[in-house]
């Protein structure tokens, strides 16, 4: 069992920018493939960003240059820095462990093969 909790939503103006943190319980943290994904009011949850145990990541391309996802074994936490914040980037975000790897990475913008996520943190991006 995997417990993750999200940290750092808030409310921003549209250009401004926005750390979120996600720390996991476990040993082996270092092992897994880690997701944000997001969920806006009346909207389906769409994938954000991965990175790979490797380190390798993958962005969605709404988000692509401007968000970057990070990650500290040492800490067991994965991060996602948002910059230059537009409104349509209000929603719930949420992190996301995958345990089975993929070389494929359409694998990971699929919530379904993600096993443990975090309660969410609120993002607010006044215009």
């Known amino acids: 069992q995997v417990q993750l909790v999200e940290s750092g939503g808030g409310l921003v103006q549209a250009g401004g920018s926005l750390s979120l943190s996600c720390a996991a319980s476990g040993r082996t943290f270092s092992t897994y493939d880690m997701g944000w994904f997001r969920q806006a009011p009346g909207k389906e949850r769409e994938f954000v960003a991965v990175i790979s145990r490797s380190g390798s990541t993958y962005y969605a391309d709404s988000v692509k240059g401007r968000f970057t996802i990070s990650r500290d074994n040492a800490k067991n936490t994965v991060y996602l820095q948002m910059n230059s914040l537009k409104p349509e980037d209000t929603a719930v975000y949420y992190c996301?462990?995958?345990?089975?790897?993929?070389?494929?990475?359409?694998?990971?913008?699929?919530?379904?093969?993600?096993?443990?996520w975090g309660q969410g943190t609120q993002v607010t991006v006044s215009s």
């Open positions: 996301a462990v995958s345990e089975k790897s993929s070389m494929f990475w359409s694998y990971y913008t699929e919530g379904s093969n993600y096993n443990y």
